[in-house]
Structure formats: structure tokens, C-alpha cells
């Protein structure tokens, strides 16, 4: 690998990863077309740069994304961490809802059908998806880890947990990794549920640490600038007077870019990198993209150290932020904390 990044450990015994992973959704699902053979690309560069966590799940194109990135990880298998999640599916008849399912025989159907899309013998870090409140969450982690013992799964995460519930799951069995939004625009994780990842000794894996590309500049309205199927038409923040307002905060982003000779991204991913510092508990953030040349943007953000002015700076952002980052909040952890 040439210029290769750092590696951190997930949790106290999880696998050891690139600082930086890479979202694979949209490579299947999510955010409109996409090219196969520019995603294949971009899976390969990623790697050649030190990113070893790939992160997918069922839901993604139900379940295309996880055969879609079936032969990069067949070809690759010894040197990547692949990481795919169970819990949330949507009806072909309805593609605005959601359903969300913790209890343990779906579980095991759903681990033994991501077993064969992904074409291997364990999954190495196993998420549950979003929660289910109404199945107990130590029966959920307890089906878990009962998939660990029998070799299915080697490490276990959450996603958009509360503290609470990340508390008790780590009473059944280690959770190596928490994932959930966290970025220059959504920081509700960091009263609760950051103290008590860094108290248990687990990592934090933001995902959409760019904002869904809103930080990077590259769209202001979705209703008007995306594509008719992008599910960020669907949220309040990235439509009308939201959108608006929102894109006015990106004003002290393009001060430091230009500062440091970078682009939005690159200051919105070392932002959410140096939370590691911050914080004091490993950050993995997952920048999703399409493109290899992206990747080699996102990886070198890696690489940018901001300094306390530069913070001062863009730590109001997020406290102005209009919209919601999901039209319904009760299936994020901040609306359940």
C-alpha cells in the first residue's frame, strides 16, 4: 500500500482498521445511479490508501450492495474488515416507510442470508441496524453473541443507540463499535452517547460524516438539485428554506478550506477525525463515495490537523443547523435519549 493511514482498534478486542473507513451504499443504493465499474475502482483505491473497513448491510438495495461487493471481498478477504448490518428493511410497496425488526429469529435468518450474498464464512464486525424497542436489547445482543460463539460473527456493533441502551448491551457481551451520524451538522451523539462509549471502551464509527454531501457543497436543495429516487429529497434538512438557511452555514467550512488549500469535505472529515483527539476514544468516520478520486480526497482529510481557532470556528454550526437530519427521530437515538 503507498502512503497508508494510520490504524485504530475498534473496542477493546475488535479488529484493527484504517482511521478511515468507506460507506458502500451508495455504490447500490440510496443516492440514484451509479456506475459498477467506477465503484469497483474506487473499493480497490480505497484499499491501495490503508481503508480496510467496508461498511454495508441488508437493506442497501435489499441486499444488492452486499452481492454487489461479494467478489472485492473474495479477492481481498485476508486484508479487509467487512462489516454489514441486520434490523431495518423497507416495503416494495411503500419505499417511504421503514420497518424495524430486533427479535431473534429474524436474527438468524438475517445473518444466514448476508452470509450468502457476501459470499463468506463469518462477517466480521455484525451491526444491529436501528432498534427495535420492543424487543428487550439484552435479548437482542444475546442472540448476538450467540452468533459470535458460533463463529458467524467476529465482533459485534450498534447503530443510533441511546447511552443507556449501548450500557446495557455491553453487559451481555463487548460491543467493538457504536455507529451512528455524526459530523459538523449532527452532533446530538455527544452529551450522552460519546461519555459512555469512551467509559466502555468502545469505538465510534460516524457514518454521513460529510452530511450526505451537503458539506461538501455539492447540492443546496435536494427537492430541486437531486434526482427523482434519492432518499435525500426525504430529508428536512436538505429541502426548501431548510436547505436554504443551511447552506449559509457552510460560510466558516470555506474559510478554513481555504486556509489549508482544501476542499469542503476534507475540513468537514478532519473535523470529524480529530473527535478521536478530542474525545479521547477511537473515531472511524465512513465517508461514502462512487469515485476513486474522491477516496484519495477523503483519505488525505486524514492528514489536516485544525487548529483551536479553526474549531472555535465552526463549533457553533451544528447548533444552527434547521431540519431534522430524519423526517421521524424515533428511529435515531437522540429521539429515544
Request: hydrophobic share 40%.
Amino acid at each position: 500500500m503507498t502512503d497508508s493511514i494510520p490504524t485504530v482498534r475498534l473496542g477493546e478486542d475488535g479488529p484493527q482498521v484504517g482511521v478511515q473507513g468507506l460507506g458502500c451504499m451508495g455504490m447500490s443504493f440510496g443516492y440514484g445511479p451509479a456506475d459498477a465499474e467506477a465503484s469497483r475502482a474506487t473499493l480497490e483505491r480505497a484499499l491501495e490508501l490503508g481503508v480496510t473497513l467496508y461498511d454495508t448491510a441488508d437493506m442497501y438495495g435489499s441486499g444488492e450492495n452486499e452481492r454487489f461487493l461479494a467478489p472485492f471481498f473474495k479477492a481481498h478477504r485476508d486484508e479487509v474488515v467487512i462489516a454489514t448490518k441486520f434490523a431495518l428493511s423497507i416495503p416494495p410497496d411503500d419505499p417511504t416507510k421503514r420497518i424495524i425488526r430486533n427479535d431473534p429469529p429474524y436474527i438468524r435468518q438475517a445473518v444466514e442470508a448476508s452470509l450468502q450474498r457476501l459470499e463468506v464464512d463469518v462477517i466480521d464486525l455484525y451491526y444491529m441496524h436501528r432498534r427495535d424497542v420492543n424487543v428487550p436489547i439484552e435479548e437482542t445482543v444475546g442472540t448476538m453473541a450467540e452468533l459470535v460463539r458460533e463463529g458467524k460473527v467476529k465482533h459485534l456493533g450498534l447503530s443510533e443507540v441511546t447511552a443507556d441502551e449501548l450500557r446495557a448491551a455491553q453487559a451481555v457481551h463487548p460491543i467493538a463499535a457504536v455507529q451512528s451520524e455524526w459530523s459538523l451538522f449532527s452532533r446530538d451523539i455527544e452529551p450522552k452517547v460519546v461519555p459512555a462509549a469512551r467509559e466502555l471502551g468502545v469505538a465510534l464509527v460516524p457514518y454521513s460524516p460529510l452530511g450526505r454531501g451537503f458539506l461538501t457543497g455539492g447540492f443546496v436543495r435536494a427537492d430541486q438539485d437531486l434526482t427523482e429516487g434519492d432518499t435525500r429529497r426525504m430529508i428536512p434538512r436538505f429541502t426548501g428554506d431548510n436547505a436554504e438557511a443551511n447552506a449559509a452555514l457552510l460560510e466558516p467550512v470555506r474559510a478554513v478550506a481555504q486556509a489549508h488549500g482544501a476542499s469542503l469535505g476534507q475540513i468537514a472529515l478532519a473535523w470529524v477525525q480529530q473527535r478521536a483527539a478530542v474525545h479521547g476514544l477511537p473515531v472511524v468516520p465512513i465517508p461514502g463515495t462512487r469515485k476513486p478520486t474522491r477516496v484519495e480526497e477523503n483519505v488525505a482529510a486524514t492528514r489536516i490537523t485544525l487548529t483551536e481557532e479553526e474549531l472555535a470556528l465552526l463549533e457553533p454550526i451544528a447548533g444552527q443547523v434547521a431540519g431534522n437530519r430524519y423526517a421521524d427521530m424515533s428511529f435515531a437515538s437522540a429521539g429515544r435519549e
